[in-house]
């Protein structure tokens, strides 16, 4: 059984396999290949929510293949962000977030963008003592 470490969090391989990994948030034991399981911490990290690995499918190095479109540049306002898709491919959007760039589907970023401000949100609320 292979360990490491992320952000503070202790990843296990599940079994025999060296291609899955668990981690335990809170408590969640969340399993799926390196990449995605790191994005789940990173995930959580930025916004306090548990996503499981399995939602993040793109990073399991199987991408379909590039679609034909004529779409070509693309721009989008959401809550003051700016998305942007130079080449016009689904899961080639980008956008520069508190600091840091995000790339990938539209409404991943979209949702990552929700989930932060409505953390924020929450966190704004809570009474001062």
Request: one cysteine or more; aromatic letters at 10%.
């Amino acid at each position: 059984m292979a360990v490491a470490t992320y952000k503070g969090f202790n990843l296990k391989t599940a079994g025999n396999n060296n291609d899955v990994w668990q981690v335990q948030i809170k408590n969640h034991v969340l399993s799926g290949s390196m990449a995605a399981v790191k994005k789940s911490i990173d995930w959580f990290c930025d916004t306090a929510t548990i996503i499981d690995p399995k939602e993040f499918s793109s990073l399991n190095g199987k991408r379909p293949a590039p679609q034909a479109t004529s779409a070509g540049p693309a721009q989008e306002n959401f809550h003051g962000y700016a998305l942007k898709n130079d080449t016009g491919e689904p899961n080639a959007w980008y956008c520069f977030f508190n600091g840091r760039l995000l790339k990938g589907g539209k409404l991943a970023i979209q949702k990552h963008i929700e989930a932060y401000l409505v953390a924020r949100q929450k966190a704004g609320q809570q009474p001062k003592k």
